[in-house]
């Protein structure tokens, strides 16, 4: 069964402080991996994606993420935290032929200042 | 740019009212979907179309219907509304599949849902 994990319901850090916030997946074909940001009382907005070649994969706002197929994990990461991050973090997967997305439950993130 | 539009930012009903959420989008994609957002379940799929007429049950359709008449609008129906229907309702589009490099969804604001 296909499926996203986010170990994490909260993560805090200190501003200016690299973050880290976890996803692994489970899928039986080649994932395209997602990450989205969800600011409150607003829709969710793409940040950025794997689908394949590189496994560092840069997007919005300075974030990037590493897909590691021996892990199953695509980790979203930032080498110097904002308290403007502070936000919501959503997973997605696409196993690949397929309209719809595989959700994990979300990070709140928290940078204090 | 995609734009996704929904109809309302907030809305308030009734238990039992009728209740129609809008959904446009302006990138004439195929694809239109309809989730609920409640805190620690994540993003829950209600409905999702993809070509006009053309409709698929998501996870969790029971008390909902959809309508797709144009390619652009989506629209989500509470038959009766009930309480238990509270929650922050989000739509999003996407290309269809055999166009698409990378099936990312791209997001409406969202319409927050208070049934009392």
């Known amino acids: ?113 | 740019d995609v734009k996704v539009t929904q109809s309302s930012r907030y809305l308030v009903k009734r238990t039992g009212e009728k209740v129609f959420l809008e959904c446009v989008q302006d990138m004439d994609h195929e694809n239109m979907f309809w989730y609920r957002q409640d805190p620690g379940l994540g993003l829950r799929l209600i409905y999702f179309s993809y070509d006009v007429k053309m409709k698929e049950k998501g996870d969790i359709p029971e008390g909902y219907s959809v309508s797709r008449e144009k390619k652009e609008r989506f629209s989500l129906i509470l038959e009766s509304a009930s309480t238990n229907q509270t929650s922050m309702y989000l739509c999003a589009s996407s290309l269809p599949v055999s166009m698409a490099s990378s099936y990312e969804q791209y997001f409406g604001p969202g319409t927050r849902l208070t049934v009392t």
Do not use: M
């Open chain 1, 1 to 113: 069964a296909q499926s996203v994990a986010q170990p994490e319901d909260q993560v805090n850090v200190a501003e200016g402080n690299p973050l880290t916030v976890k996803c692994t997946y489970s899928v039986s074909g080649n994932p395209y991996l997602f990450w989205y940001v969800q600011y409150p009382n607003r829709g969710l907005q793409f940040l950025l994606k794997y689908i394949t070649g590189d496994n560092l994969v840069k997007g919005s706002y300075g974030f990037e993420a590493e897909f590691n197929k021996s892990q199953t994990s695509f980790h979203l990461k930032k080498p110097s935290a904002l308290v403007s991050d502070s936000a919501l973090y959503f997973c997605a997967l696409n196993a690949g032929n397929n309209r719809k997305l595989i959700w994990g439950l979300g990070t709140s993130l928290a940078v204090n200042p």
